[in-house]
Structures are given as structure tokens and as C-alpha cells.
Antibody, heavy 121, light 107 residues
């Protein structure tokens, strides 16, 4: 059974940093691209970052480019999101989501339950 | 970046009725890389349809997707009580965007 479990969320002051983790199980993690998607309270979904299976290709949404860094450790079946210079508008539930197993663009077929990041003084 | 506009924002229907949700793209979606997700309160989104018209594993056949280019539709043939939720369309390609969502509520 595919499982994605996020952790690392919490309360952080504006300008602060946080690292989110996503532990994957039930599939060959290194074969799949992964994504981070966030959802502000009461709002819609916003994709924020993509990483290919071997970390060769990485993309970011403009809203987080230069502040957030996606990475993965295939030996640990883990995905990460390093978040710096956090702003109030980064407050959201952060989901990791599985992409595809090839270089072809892919839908997100499995999602974690999310981890909440609150940016507030 | 492709902008996706979903309509209507809210759809009020009764169980057993047909729901038609629209997703319009600001430019043509290549290879029909368009997906639909369902999200229930307090839960993560779940995949319904990908490549515009292919049902994901385990999705009942009352859900169907259609369209190409810039106009896409999600149809729920006969609404079941568990179908009342928020639905999002998504374009996936070199960049990824989501529509703003359509809430299907009980009338």
C-alpha cells in the first residue's frame, strides 16, 4: 500500500525557516517524481515544487522560487522541503504528492495527509 | 503558465441528479494533460480522472471526463451522497496549475 506521511510543520515567525519531510512507503520511491502542494486555510490548491526521481529536474512556482528548496533522499525514501524567509502568506497545509514513473508529465495519484505550517508573530 | 478557470464556483444539486463541471484553460493543454481531483472536508485531494478522460483506479463509472484543447468537463452521472465535495481540475506539464475549484453541495 502506497503511503505518504508528512511531518515538520509548526508555528514559525515571519522570516524564519522550517524543513518539511515526507516519508514514503509501499512503492519504489526512486522511480517516481514527487511534488509539494499547499492549501491555505479555506482556499484552493497551489502546486509549489517538483523533483524528478533522481533529482535531475527541479521546478518551483514563482511564489516560492529563491526561498524554498526541494530535495530527496532515495536511500531513506524521503522527500524534503526547506523553507526560508517565510511570510504570512506561506501559512497553509502542505501536502506531498506522487507524480509519475517516467519523464512524461503526470497526474498526482497519491497524496499525504498534509502538515500545517503557520507563519505568525 | 496555463491559467485554469472552473465554473460554476458552486453547484447545488440533489442526490441522483447529473452534475456538469467545467474547466477552461487560458491556452491549449498539450496532450490533454488535464486531471480532476475530489476533496472532502478535512481530507487530502484524491485523483478521479487523468489525461482528460481516463478514470483513476477504483473510480466508479458515474464519473467521466471529456474535452480537449481549452475546454474540459467533469460529469457525475447520478450524484451519490458521498459525491458532495469540492472538485479541482489540474494541468500538469513543465509547470503545474490548479483551477479554483467547484463545490458541489446538496440542494
Amino acid at each position: 500500500e502506497v503511503q505518504l506521511v508528512e511531518s515538520g510543520g509548526g508555528l514559525v515567525q515571519p522570516g524564519g525557516s522550517l524543513r518539511l519531510s515526507c516519508a514514503a512507503s509501499g512503492f519504489t520511491f526512486s522511480s517516481y517524481s514527487m511534488n509539494w502542494v499547499r492549501q491555505a486555510p479555506g482556499k484552493g490548491l497551489e502546486w509549489i515544487s517538483y523533483i524528478s526521481g533522481r533529482s535531475i529536474t527541479i521546478y518551483y512556482a514563482d511564489s516560492v522560487k529563491g526561498r524554498f528548496t526541494i530535495s530527496r533522499d532515495n536511500a531513506k525514501n524521503s522527500l524534503y522541503l526547506h523553507m526560508n524567509s517565510l511570510r504570512d502568506e506561506d501559512t497553509a497545509l502542505y501536502y506531498c504528492a506522487r507524480g509519475g514513473a517516467t519523464t512524461r508529465p503526470a497526474e498526482f495519484d497519491y497524496w499525504g495527509q498534509g502538515t500545517l505550517v503557520t507563519v505568525s508573530s | 503558465e496555463i491559467v485554469l478557470t472552473q465554473s460554476p464556483a458552486t453547484l447545488s444539486l440533489s442526490p441522483g441528479e447529473r452534475a456538469t463541471l467545467s474547466c477552461g484553460a487560458s491556452q491549449s493543454v498539450s496532450s490533454n494533460y488535464l486531471a480532476w481531483y475530489q476533496q472532502k472536508p478535512g481530507l487530502a485531494p484524491s485523483l478521479l480522472i487523468y489525461d482528460a478522460s481516463t478514470r483513476a483506479t477504483g473510480i466508479p463509472d458515474r464519473f467521466s471526463g471529456s474535452g480537449s484543447g481549452t475546454d474540459f468537463t467533469l460529469t457525475i452521472a447520478r450524484l451519490q451522497p458521498e459525491d458532495f465535495a469540492v472538485y479541482y481540475c489540474q494541468h500538469y506539464g513543465s509547470s503545474v496549475t490548479f483551477g479554483g475549484g467547484t463545490k458541489v453541495e446538496i440542494k
